[in-house]
Structures are given as structure tokens and as C-alpha cells.
């Protein structure tokens, strides 16, 4: 198969899932959040500090970036840029795994030696799982170095298994 119309498929597809998911989320957590602001604001003061937050771990880490007037605590609007930096990120990932994902089908499709139609990809943060059936050793461990050659893959987990 021709690798231009490969990569040119891929960046369709991508392109046609990315809007859906990126407007979609934010718009249902500014809906809620509000509530959410008023259900960790344990003193009522209007202001949220680490410590009203000690629940949030993905907050806390972000917590000094998003206290721009640097007084230690976060104020609605402070808190609302603050998830949405989150559910930004969450999407980005989302999308740089995806990416990471047709790239490694699209390298194996190109390859004559495997089945790739057989081969399951999915990734995590970078990190890879091949699932699926092979006709032998050899399809398995050359999956694995095709994966692991792909740009942005930081670990494969082989998990093929040769059909008998």
C-alpha cells in the first residue's frame, strides 16, 4: 500500500476525531465546575488552598502555575484555567497516543512479513501493547522491533502469541 496514502488516511481519521473530543469535554467540565469549586472551598472563603485540594493530586502539581497572583491559593477563575490546562493535556495525550498507534499500524501494514490485520495496538502514554495472533516467533519479535522503531513509543509490551 502506498505509504503517502497511508500517513494521508491517518491524519484524516485523526483530524476527524480531534474536534469532536476537544470541544466536547471542556464544555461538560465548565458546566460543572462552579459546583466543584464550591464542594472543595471547605472554609467558604471564596479561595481554594492546597490544602482544600489535597484530594487533587493532578491540581496540586499544577497549582503554582495556576495561582498567577501568587498568593497561595486559587480563586475561581484561577481554578476554572487550571482544569481546563488539565482536560488539555488529558486531550493531548489522548491525541499523541492515537498518533503513536497508526503509526505503528501503518509501519506494520507496510511490512510483507506481517499480518498486521491480526496484530491489536493500542498505547498508553506512549507505551505499546501488541495483542493478537501470529503465524510465528519470527512475526513476533519482528512486531516488536517495528513498534519499538516508531517515534514516541517509550516501552512495547509483547504480548502476540503465535497461532499453533
Known amino acids: 500500500m502506498n505509504t503517502s496514502f497511508c500517513?494521508?488516511?491517518?491524519?484524516?481519521?485523526?483530524?476527524?476525531?480531534?474536534?469532536?473530543?476537544?470541544?466536547?469535554?471542556?464544555?461538560?467540565?465548565?458546566?460543572?465546575?462552579?459546583?466543584?469549586?464550591?464542594?472543595?472551598?471547605?472554609?467558604?472563603?471564596?479561595?481554594?488552598?492546597?490544602?482544600?485540594?489535597?484530594?487533587?493530586?493532578?491540581?496540586?502539581?499544577?497549582?503554582?502555575?495556576?495561582?498567577?497572583?501568587?498568593?497561595?491559593?486559587?480563586?475561581?477563575?484561577?481554578?476554572t484555567a487550571a482544569e481546563l490546562a488539565l482536560h488539555q493535556a488529558k486531550a493531548k495525550r489522548f491525541v499523541e497516543d492515537e498518533v503513536i498507534t497508526a503509526k505503528v499500524k501503518a509501519a506494520m501494514l507496510n511490512d510483507p512479513d506481517i499480518k498486521s490485520l491480526d496484530v491489536s495496538v493500542e498505547t498508553y502514554r506512549g507505551h505499546v501493547l501488541l495483542s493478537g495472533f501470529v503465524e510465528d516467533d519470527n512475526q513476533v519479535r519482528k512486531a516488536a522491533r517495528i513498534a519499538s522503531g516508531v517515534r514516541g513509543v517509550v516501552s512495547v509490551k509483547n504480548a502476540l502469541i503465535v497461532k499453533i
Not at 41 to 59: Q, T, V
Not at 61 to 71: Q, Y
Request: proline share 3%; glycine share 2%; hydrophobic share 40%.
Open 7 to 79: 500517513k494521508a488516511a491517518v491524519v484524516l481519521a485523526l483530524l476527524a476525531c480531534i474536534p469532536a473530543y476537544a470541544v466536547d469535554e471542556p464544555v461538560k467540565v465548565n458546566a460543572n465546575i462552579e459546583a466543584a469549586f464550591k464542594k472543595y472551598d471547605a472554609n467558604h472563603d471564596g479561595c481554594l488552598s492546597k490544602k482544600e485540594l489535597k484530594e487533587r493530586r493532578d491540581l496540586l502539581r499544577v497549582f503554582s502555575d495556576a495561582d498567577t497572583n501568587h498568593d497561595s491559593k486559587l480563586d475561581l477563575d484561577e481554578y
